[in-house]
Nanobody, 124 residues
């Protein structure tokens, strides 16, 4: 069983930055694809980005390219989402997820374990 715990959310003004962390326990973190998703009330959960176990070629949704960066530290069993130049439309609950099956995955059903989420609010 894999447990994922996100942290680092909060309130920030537009143009500001936040770094989210997702700490994993149980399982073999270094072999997992790790993804970040976000969700606002009334909307479907949206893919943000993902990183393979080797940290090669992280993949991002177009709306965050150039602003968000995913990285991971396998020694610390942690994946990060650095968010720069935040916009009000980035406001959401952010979730990290682990895929045990895929090298890199973008769909919700590709992921096996999920964190509880952390709230990010961006004010205009």
């Amino acid at each position: 069983q894999v447990q994922l715990v996100e942290s680092g959310g909060g309130l920030v003004q537009a143009g500001g930055s936040l770094r989210l962390s997702c700490a994993a326990s149980g399982g073999t973190f270094s072999t997992y694809c790790m993804g970040w998703f976000r969700q606002v009330p009334g909307k479907e959960r949206e893919f943000v980005g993902a990183i393979s176990w080797r940290s090669a070629n992280p993949y991002y949704v177009d709306s965050v390219k150039g602003r968000f960066t995913i990285s991971r530290d396998n020694a610390k069993n942690t994946v990060y989402l650095q968010m720069n130049n935040l916009k009000p439309e980035d406001t959401a609950v952010y979730y990290c997820a682990a895929s045990l099956k895929y090298l890199l995955a973008v769909t919700i059903d590709s992921y096996d374990y999920w964190g509880q989420g952390t709230q990010v609010n961006v004010s205009s």
